[in-house]
């Protein structure tokens, strides 16, 4: 059509925090998934957890977060358009290996919560003990580093080395 001008629809954003293998925004990036305003991020009364356990070998895992009123768990606070949220979920395995929940997650150096997209283990997924990461995963975490805290880093690297 002649003198038509397409105006593209407005995304709307949700933010997202990530905690594990997606704090490696180059991957978040190869999904498909759009991101903006990365920072760090803190979620109080959880703790960080690897016990959601592969379909395919049982000895091995993926990230979590557990309720834990003792401790706090650090990633990646980002915004992503809404329609994204659908590329999450397939790389989650939403609704089956995780669900997603919205929970405030503290923004560094503010002081200010955003509500925030966070995947949980389901259930019947989670295994009563920690499980092993693979060098893939171990390596995608370890891209998130530059927004965690060295005490945090110390944390997961100590958590990775004990497998």
């Given at each position: 059509?002649r003198?038509?001008?397409f105006t593209?629809?407005?995304l709307?954003?949700e933010?997202y ?7 490696d925004?180059?991957?978040m990036?190869s999904l498909?998934?759009r ?18 356990m ?7 895992g993926?990230a979590?977060v557990?309720l834990n009123n003792e401790t706090?768990v650090e990633?990646?606070?980002v915004?992503?358009p ?6 999450l979920?397939?790389y989650?395995?939403?609704p ?6 919205k929970l405030?997650?503290?923004c560094?150096?503010?002081n200010?919560?955003l ?13 009563k003990?920690?499980l ?14 530059e927004?965690l805290s ?7 690297l100590n958590l990775?080395?004990?497998?």
């Amino acid at each position: 059509m002649r003198g038509f001008l397409f105006t593209p629809p407005l995304l709307i954003m949700e933010y997202y925090f990530a905690y594990g293998s997606l704090m490696d925004l180059h991957f978040m990036k190869s999904l498909g998934v759009r991101y903006e305003n990365p920072q760090s991020g803190k979620l109080f009364g959880y703790d960080f957890q690897v016990n959601v356990m592969d379909s395919f070998n049982r000895n091995y895992g993926y990230a979590n977060v557990t309720l834990n009123n003792e401790t706090h768990v650090e990633g990646i606070l980002v915004e992503i358009p809404k329609i994204d949220l659908a590329l999450l979920d397939a790389y989650e395995g939403y609704p089956e290996l995780y669900s997603r929940r919205k929970l405030n997650i503290q923004c560094s150096g503010e002081n200010k919560k955003l509500e925030s997209w966070v995947y949980l283990g389901n259930l019947n997924c989670i295994s009563k003990r920690n499980l092993k990461l693979s060098i893939i995963q171990k390596e995608r975490i370890k891209e998130g580093f530059e927004f965690l805290s060295e005490g945090y880093q110390k944390k997961l690297l100590n958590l990775m080395s004990e497998e």
